[in-house]
Protein backbone atom coordinates (compact mmCIF):
# COMPACT_ATOMS: atom_id res chain seq x y z
CA UNK A 1 0.00 0.00 0.00
CA UNK A 2 1.52 3.48 -1.39
CA UNK A 3 2.29 6.14 1.85
CA UNK A 4 0.49 8.71 -0.15
CA UNK A 5 -2.74 6.68 -0.11
CA UNK A 6 -2.96 6.03 3.98
CA UNK A 7 -2.43 10.17 3.93
CA UNK A 8 -5.10 11.12 2.03
CA UNK A 9 -7.81 11.11 5.22
CA UNK A 10 -10.32 13.16 6.75
CA UNK A 11 -12.47 13.69 9.72
CA UNK A 12 -15.71 11.81 10.93
CA UNK A 13 -17.87 11.23 13.25
CA UNK A 14 -19.25 8.15 14.37
CA UNK A 15 -22.82 7.01 15.88
CA UNK A 16 -21.70 7.22 20.10
CA UNK A 17 -20.27 11.29 19.10
CA UNK A 18 -16.59 10.05 18.86
CA UNK A 19 -14.49 11.21 16.27
CA UNK A 20 -12.53 8.73 13.78
CA UNK A 21 -11.17 9.08 10.77
CA UNK A 22 -11.40 7.64 6.83
CA UNK A 23 -8.85 6.71 3.97
CA UNK A 24 -9.87 8.95 1.68
CA UNK A 25 -9.08 6.13 -1.51
CA UNK A 26 -11.21 3.16 0.95
CA UNK A 27 -14.63 2.61 2.26
CA UNK A 28 -12.45 2.19 5.61
CA UNK A 29 -12.90 3.89 8.55
CA UNK A 30 -9.99 3.91 11.65
CA UNK A 31 -12.89 2.48 13.65
CA UNK A 32 -16.41 1.34 13.61
CA UNK A 33 -18.99 4.15 12.39
CA UNK A 34 -21.42 3.08 15.22
CA UNK A 35 -18.92 4.16 17.64
CA UNK A 36 -15.45 4.57 17.65
CA UNK A 37 -15.19 4.98 21.59
CA UNK A 38 -17.84 1.70 21.82
CA UNK A 39 -15.80 -0.60 20.08
CA UNK A 40 -12.33 0.31 21.48
CA UNK A 41 -14.06 -0.34 24.66
CA UNK A 42 -15.59 -3.29 23.55
CA UNK A 43 -12.49 -4.73 21.57
CA UNK A 44 -9.79 -3.75 23.33
CA UNK A 45 -10.15 -3.09 26.94
CA UNK A 46 -13.18 -5.47 28.03
CA UNK A 47 -12.70 -8.76 25.87
CA UNK A 48 -8.63 -7.43 26.09
CA UNK A 49 -7.32 -5.91 28.58
CA UNK A 50 -10.07 -6.72 31.56
CA UNK A 51 -9.66 -10.07 30.34
CA UNK A 52 -6.52 -10.25 32.65
CA UNK A 53 -5.79 -10.53 36.03
CA UNK A 54 -1.77 -9.66 36.59
CA UNK A 55 -1.61 -6.81 37.82
CA UNK A 56 1.90 -6.30 35.43
CA UNK A 57 0.46 -6.47 31.79
CA UNK A 58 2.80 -5.61 28.94
CA UNK A 59 0.40 -4.83 25.62
CA UNK A 60 1.34 -5.02 21.84
CA UNK A 61 -1.20 -2.73 19.59
CA UNK A 62 -0.86 -3.53 16.05
CA UNK A 63 -1.50 0.27 14.86
CA UNK A 64 -1.64 3.09 16.87
CA UNK A 65 -3.95 4.84 14.39
CA UNK A 66 -5.78 7.44 16.11
CA UNK A 67 -4.19 7.03 19.88
CA UNK A 68 -8.09 6.06 21.33
CA UNK A 69 -6.64 1.96 22.54
CA UNK A 70 -3.83 3.72 23.94
CA UNK A 71 -5.51 6.54 25.67
CA UNK A 72 -8.26 4.39 27.10
CA UNK A 73 -5.83 1.57 28.39
CA UNK A 74 -3.98 4.36 30.30
CA UNK A 75 -7.21 5.36 31.70
CA UNK A 76 -9.02 1.76 32.75
CA UNK A 77 -5.77 0.22 33.27
CA UNK A 78 -4.79 3.14 36.21
CA UNK A 79 -4.25 -0.45 38.59
CA UNK A 80 -2.00 -2.22 37.07
CA UNK A 81 1.55 -1.25 35.64
CA UNK A 82 1.40 -1.33 31.85
CA UNK A 83 4.23 -1.32 29.64
CA UNK A 84 2.71 -0.19 26.17
CA UNK A 85 4.54 -1.34 22.45
CA UNK A 86 2.98 -0.07 19.58
CA UNK A 87 4.03 0.59 15.68
CA UNK A 88 2.70 2.82 12.97
CA UNK A 89 4.15 3.05 9.97
CA UNK A 90 1.80 6.14 8.54
CA UNK A 91 1.46 8.67 12.12
CA UNK A 92 -1.19 11.15 12.44
CA UNK A 93 -0.17 14.41 11.93
CA UNK A 94 -0.86 17.38 14.11
CA UNK A 95 -3.84 18.85 12.82
CA UNK A 96 -5.47 15.35 12.55
CA UNK A 97 -4.70 14.20 15.77
CA UNK A 98 -5.86 17.76 17.56
CA UNK A 99 -9.28 17.05 15.90
CA UNK A 100 -10.41 14.36 17.51
CA UNK A 101 -12.66 14.85 20.68
CA UNK A 102 -11.07 11.53 22.37
CA UNK A 103 -10.47 12.99 25.45
CA UNK A 104 -13.66 15.17 26.52
CA UNK A 105 -15.32 12.08 26.10
CA UNK A 106 -13.05 9.96 27.42
CA UNK A 107 -13.20 12.58 30.75
CA UNK A 108 -16.94 12.79 30.60
CA UNK A 109 -17.67 9.04 30.83
CA UNK A 110 -14.88 7.70 32.93
CA UNK A 111 -14.37 7.75 36.67
CA UNK A 112 -10.66 8.70 35.88
CA UNK A 113 -8.09 10.11 38.53
CA UNK A 114 -6.89 11.93 35.13
CA UNK A 115 -7.89 15.85 35.37
CA UNK A 116 -8.71 16.77 31.43
CA UNK A 117 -5.36 18.98 31.06
CA UNK A 118 -3.22 15.65 32.53
CA UNK A 119 -5.19 13.31 30.11
CA UNK A 120 -4.95 16.00 27.00
CA UNK A 121 -1.07 16.50 27.73
CA UNK A 122 -0.86 12.41 27.93
CA UNK A 123 -2.61 11.99 24.51
CA UNK A 124 -0.07 14.92 22.79
CA UNK A 125 2.65 13.00 24.18
CA UNK A 126 1.77 9.84 22.74
CA UNK A 127 1.06 10.74 19.47
CA UNK A 128 4.05 13.13 19.45
CA UNK A 129 6.58 11.03 20.87
CA UNK A 130 9.89 10.09 18.50
CA UNK A 131 10.44 6.63 17.08
CA UNK A 132 11.85 4.32 19.54
CA UNK A 133 11.13 6.55 22.30
CA UNK A 134 10.04 5.17 25.59
CA UNK A 135 8.05 7.53 28.07
CA UNK A 136 6.55 7.19 31.18
CA UNK A 137 3.46 8.87 30.78
CA UNK A 138 2.11 8.27 34.24
CA UNK A 139 3.66 6.29 36.98
CA UNK A 140 1.95 3.00 36.15
CA UNK A 141 1.98 3.29 31.74
CA UNK A 142 5.23 3.18 29.92
CA UNK A 143 4.74 3.80 26.55
CA UNK A 144 6.67 3.14 23.48
CA UNK A 145 5.71 3.80 19.68
CA UNK A 146 8.04 2.86 16.50
CA UNK A 147 7.45 4.53 12.82
CA UNK A 148 8.43 0.60 11.41
CA UNK A 149 6.47 -2.36 8.95
CA UNK A 150 5.81 -5.01 11.43
CA UNK A 151 7.44 -7.32 9.20
CA UNK A 152 11.00 -4.94 10.12
CA UNK A 153 10.16 -5.49 13.71
CA UNK A 154 11.99 -7.82 15.79
CA UNK A 155 10.60 -9.12 19.25
CA UNK A 156 12.38 -10.51 22.05
CA UNK A 157 10.40 -14.05 21.98
CA UNK A 158 7.86 -14.04 25.50
CA UNK A 159 7.43 -10.30 25.25
CA UNK A 160 3.30 -9.69 25.70
CA UNK A 161 0.48 -10.66 28.09
CA UNK A 162 -1.68 -8.82 25.50
CA UNK A 163 -1.91 -7.66 21.68
CA UNK A 164 -4.33 -5.40 20.20
CA UNK A 165 -4.30 -6.22 16.75
CA UNK A 166 -6.31 -3.90 15.23
CA UNK A 167 -4.89 -3.34 11.86
CA UNK A 168 -6.57 -2.38 8.60
CA UNK A 169 -9.11 -5.02 7.22
CA UNK A 170 -7.70 -7.83 5.50
CA UNK A 171 -8.90 -6.61 2.40
CA UNK A 172 -7.19 -3.03 2.58
CA UNK A 173 -4.09 -4.70 3.88
CA UNK A 174 -4.16 -8.48 3.37
CA UNK A 175 0.02 -8.38 4.27
CA UNK A 176 -0.69 -8.12 7.89
CA UNK A 177 -3.23 -11.05 8.22
CA UNK A 178 -1.62 -14.05 7.10
CA UNK A 179 0.11 -16.92 9.03
CA UNK A 180 3.52 -15.79 8.84
CA UNK A 181 2.10 -12.49 11.07
CA UNK A 182 0.27 -14.36 13.28
CA UNK A 183 3.02 -16.76 14.04
CA UNK A 184 5.88 -14.42 15.09
CA UNK A 185 3.18 -12.86 17.30
CA UNK A 186 2.48 -16.19 19.02
CA UNK A 187 6.01 -16.25 19.39
CA UNK A 188 6.39 -13.11 21.24
CA UNK A 189 3.54 -13.91 23.43
CA UNK A 190 3.94 -15.36 26.99
CA UNK A 191 1.67 -18.36 28.06
CA UNK A 192 -1.79 -17.03 28.55
CA UNK A 193 -1.45 -14.22 26.82
CA UNK A 194 -4.70 -12.77 24.83
CA UNK A 195 -4.72 -11.20 20.95
CA UNK A 196 -8.25 -9.79 20.53
CA UNK A 197 -9.35 -7.74 17.35
CA UNK A 198 -12.38 -6.64 15.63
CA UNK A 199 -11.76 -9.22 12.94
CA UNK A 200 -14.71 -12.69 12.90
CA UNK A 201 -13.61 -13.43 9.30
CA UNK A 202 -13.12 -16.89 9.12
CA UNK A 203 -9.57 -17.19 6.95
CA UNK A 204 -8.37 -14.64 10.09
CA UNK A 205 -9.37 -17.05 12.37
CA UNK A 206 -7.63 -20.40 10.68
CA UNK A 207 -4.43 -18.71 10.82
CA UNK A 208 -4.73 -17.84 14.14
CA UNK A 209 -5.35 -21.52 15.13
CA UNK A 210 -2.55 -22.40 12.77
CA UNK A 211 -0.32 -20.17 14.24
CA UNK A 212 -1.02 -22.13 17.79
CA UNK A 213 -3.76 -19.67 19.00
CA UNK A 214 -7.08 -21.53 20.79
CA UNK A 215 -9.93 -18.80 19.12
CA UNK A 216 -13.28 -17.89 20.91
CA UNK A 217 -16.37 -16.17 19.41
CA UNK A 218 -17.17 -12.95 21.34
CA UNK A 219 -20.49 -11.33 20.72
CA UNK A 220 -19.02 -8.13 18.65
CA UNK A 221 -20.07 -4.10 19.86
CA UNK A 222 -23.05 -2.67 18.11
CA UNK A 223 -23.24 -3.06 14.55
CA UNK A 224 -20.53 -6.08 14.89
CA UNK A 225 -22.23 -9.54 15.02
CA UNK A 226 -18.87 -10.89 16.70
CA UNK A 227 -15.37 -10.17 17.58
CA UNK A 228 -12.53 -12.69 17.70
CA UNK A 229 -10.25 -13.43 20.98
CA UNK A 230 -7.27 -15.95 20.55
CA UNK A 231 -5.45 -17.19 23.82
CA UNK A 232 -2.07 -18.63 23.59
Not at 18 to 23: A, C, E, R, Y
Not at 130 to 153: A, V
Request: glycine share 6%; with cysteine; charged share 20%.
Amino acid sequence: MKKNTFLKRHLTFTKDGSSSLKLNCFDEYFHSVHGAIGESMHVYIHAGLEALSQQQISVFEMGFGTGLNALLTLVYGKNKQIDYQTIEIFPLVEREYLSLNYVDLVCTQAVSSFSKEKLHNSFLTMHQSKSGETIQISPNFRFTKEIIHLEEKIFEPQSFDIVYFDAFSPETQPELWNDQVFEKLCAAMRKGGVLTTYCAKGTVKRSLKRAGFTIENLPGPTGKREITRAFF
